[in-house]
Nanobody
Framework: QVQFVESGGGLVQPGGSLRLSCAVSGSAFSIYAMGWYRQAPGQQRELVAA???????NYAESVKGRFTISRDNAKKTVYLQMNSLKPEDTAVYYC?????????WGQGTQVTVSS
């Protein structure tokens, strides 16, 4: 059974940076396209960044140029480097498959951007 454990969130001022990590259990990690999602209060969960097993990453327009997704298959971990953070980036961030059937969600990690 695949499980996701997200970490690295916190409170940061506008313009600041955070690096999120997602540790993935299960042997099939290397064949999954992975994504980072976020859900702000009262809003639907949205995919903000995706990285395939090979090839280029994709980003939502709202984060393009500020966020960078990466993966370490040996460590079964996906990262999200977030720079130039804005108050509208405030949300709970989750990782999951970016393509195919969505698996059970982890607990996520809270990111709050506020002065």
């Amino acid at each position: 059974q695949v499980q996701f454990v997200e970490s690295g969130g916190g409170l940061v001022q506008p313009g600041g940076s955070l690096r999120l990590s997602c540790a993935v259990s299960g042997s099939a990690f290397s064949i999954y396209a992975m994504g980072w999602y976020r859900q702000a209060p009262g809003q639907q969960r949205e995919l903000v960044a995706a990285i395939p097993t090979g090839g280029s990453a994709n980003y939502a327009e709202s984060v393009k140029g500020r966020f960078t997704i990466s993966r370490d298959n040996a460590k079964k971990t996906v990262y999200l480097q977030m720079n130039s953070l804005k108050p509208e980036d405030t949300a709970v961030y989750y990782c999951n498959r970016a393509v195919g059937r969505i698996l059970d969600w982890g607990q996520g990690t809270q990111v709050t951007v506020s002065s």
